[in-house]
């Protein structure tokens, strides 16, 4: 099976806090991981990395085989707007556009956008009756299912999720990853998700845990 991500020997170091020390991980069409590990230790700076928002000290990062921690800033740009889906903590949805317009952003941006596609996702998520408000207008949950809406219009080969259920009920997160679990199947993309649920972590196809900046399997922990 060709795997979608390939990260070898990654090392990232802010000053002389070594964050991330020597980490390697793959991840094939329509493989799903769960990535856990306590506050502060490298979890979000892997995913940062991953998604080309920031470059690594050391390691290789690859992308469908594309090498993409050597991109300048403008290519790595369009790589997460055409092949990356990106469901961060803060929700980064833009406020002057409704629920509707940030659901269809990045999809547009990059020339994929499916109108069908945007209302599917606004059906599954709970969100076709708020498609004219603004973020404003919106609680945390919802935005979150906005921005997890947006993630996933363009239909990305790589889908990086930071605690994506982290402001909606059981319930709700439930739902939000039984969709994106049903959208790798469908589209044979790769999730990779940050998650403190162990129950959550269960359902993906297999479990990493990250501390003091190295990788183990949850049985050596």
């Given at each position: 099976?060709?795997?979608?991500?390939?990260?070898?020997?990654?090392?990232?170091?802010?000053?002389?806090?070594?964050?991330?020390?020597?980490?390697?991980?793959?991840?094939?069409?329509?493989?799903?991981?769960?990535?856990?590990?306590?506050?502060?230790?490298?979890?979000?700076?892997?995913?940062?990395?991953?998604?080309?928002?920031?470059?690594?000290?050391?390691?290789?990062?690859?992308?469908?085989?594309?090498?993409?921690?050597?991109?300048?800033?403008?290519?790595?740009?369009?790589?997460?707007?055409?092949?990356?889906?990106?469901?961060?903590?803060?929700?980064?949805?833009?406020?002057?556009?409704?629920?509707?317009?940030?659901?269809?952003?990045q999809a547009r941006l990059?020339?994929?956008?499916?109108?069908?596609?945007?209302?599917?996702?606004?059906?599954?998520?709970?969100?076709?009756?708020?498609?004219?408000?603004?973020?404003?207008?919106?609680?945390?949950?919802?935005?979150?299912?906005?921005?997890?809406?947006?993630?996933?219009?363009?239909?990305?080969?790589?889908?990086?999720?930071?605690?994506?259920?982290?402001?909606?009920?059981?319930?709700?997160?439930?739902?939000?990853?039984?969709?994106?679990?049903?959208?790798?199947?469908?589209?044979?993309?790769?999730?990779?998700?940050?998650?403190?649920?162990?129950?959550?972590?269960?359902?993906?196809?297999?479990?990493?845990?990250?501390?003091?900046?190295?990788?183990?399997?949850?049985?050596?922990?």
């Amino acid at each position: 099976m060709s795997k979608v991500l390939e990260i070898e020997r990654l090392s990232k170091a802010y000053g002389t806090v070594a964050v991330l020390r020597d980490v390697s991980l793959a991840l094939a069409h329509g493989q799903t991981l769960a990535l856990t590990g306590e506050s502060g230790s490298g979890k979000s700076t892997l995913m940062h990395l991953a998604a080309a928002l920031d470059t690594p000290d050391q390691g290789s990062i690859r992308l469908s085989g594309q090498e993409i921690s050597g991109l300048d800033d403008a290519a790595r740009a369009a790589l997460r707007r055409d092949r990356i889906g990106l469901v961060f903590q803060q929700f980064n949805l833009i406020p002057s556009l409704s629920v509707a317009q940030n659901i269809a952003f990045q999809a547009r941006l990059g020339g994929h956008h499916d109108p069908a596609r945007d209302a599917m996702l606004a059906r599954r998520l709970g969100l076709s009756e708020m498609l004219g408000r603004y973020p404003e207008e919106l609680s945390g949950g919802q935005q979150q299912r906005v921005a997890i809406a947006r993630a996933l219009a363009h239909a990305p080969m790589l889908i990086l999720a930071d605690e994506p259920t982290g402001n909606l009920d059981e319930a709700t997160g439930d739902a939000v990853l039984d969709l994106m679990l049903e959208l790798v199947g469908e589209t044979g993309a790769a999730l990779m998700m940050v998650t403190h649920s162990t129950r959550l972590a269960a359902r993906l196809d297999r479990r990493l845990h990250l501390s003091r900046g190295q990788l183990s399997a949850p049985n050596a922990v």
